[in-house]
T-cell receptor
Framework: GAVVSQHPSWVICKSGTSVKIECRSL??????MFWYRQFPKQSLMLMAT?????????EQGVEKDKFLINHASLTLSTLTVTSAHPEDSSFYIC???????????FGPGTRLTVL | QKEVEQNSGPLSVPEGAIASLNCTYS??????FFWYRQYSGKSPELIMF????GDKEDGRFTAQLNKASQYVSLLIRDSQPSDSATYLC???????????FGKGTRLHILP
């Protein structure tokens, strides 16, 4: 149980394009989903907390207009990196918490490379 | 600023020995404590969670929590080369649903 999927697992795009990453909880309902970014050999960095049906809460220093988050249902959250640039190249990982718990289960991550 | 501190390592342990990973946290109001394992290039995988003072055992893993001293540890018995990874300690902040992660300890099991 508690499986989280992400799609795509790997994406390469040109500078200036937008990329959408999907995060799904497959066997449970998640009121809260989280988006993290991790650069090579660095620790996880929380970007934003997403609650179903409401606006995401972004961490300090994360541009909400650049990283658009939508949590449309209890099993799906999306992160759109708008006008991506090479410095946005990173490993993006989502996690989800089951209703009534604070345990986070992570998706497999999406590796974004912006040329 | 709520913090979770871990020794970055690498911690080298012979195969078959006990690996001991430690973590301290700053927020006395923290209620939930987690250990995640992260292999290079992969996302974190939940190993254990603990809520109460004392020990919690699951197979070869034992989590230990001491809220008075604000530390949590993970013991891995009969260490295997496949245990070589970065171990992340994570703690919930009081009053919100975020988890605060430590920077992780790199564990290397020597065959």
């Amino acid at each position: 149980g508690a499986v989280v999927s992400q799609h795509p697992s790997w994406v390469i795009c040109k500078s200036g394009t937008s990329v959408k990453i999907e995060c799904r909880s497959l066997d449970f309902q998640a009121t809260t989903m989280f988006w993290y970014r991790q650069f090579p050999k660095q620790s996880l960095m929380l970007m934003a907390t997403s609650n179903e049906g409401s606006k995401a809460t972004y961490e300090q220093g994360v541009e909400k207009d650049k990283f658009l988050i939508n949590h449309a249902s209890l099993t799906l959250s999306t992160l759109t990196v708008t006008s991506a640039h090479p410095e946005d190249s990173s490993f993006y990982i989502c996690s989800a918490s089951q209703i009534g718990t604070d345990t986070q289960y992570f998706g497999p991550g999406t590796r974004l490379t912006v040329l | 600023q709520k913090e979770v501190e871990q020794n970055s390592g690498p911690l080298s342990v012979p195969e078959g020995a006990i690996a001991s990973l430690n973590c301290t946290y700053s927020d006395r109001g923290s209620q939930s404590f987690f250990w995640y394992r992260q292999y290079s290039g992969k996302s974190p995988e939940l190993i254990m969670f603990i809520y109460s003072n004392g020990d919690k055992e699951d197979g070869r893993f034992t989590a230990q929590l001491n809220k008075a001293s604000q530390y949590v540890s993970l013991l891995i018995r009969d260490s295997q080369p496949s245990d070589s990874a970065t171990y992340l300690c994570a703690v919930t902040g009081s009053g919100d649903d975020k988890i605060i992660f430590g920077k992780g300890t790199r564990l290397h099991i020597l065959p």
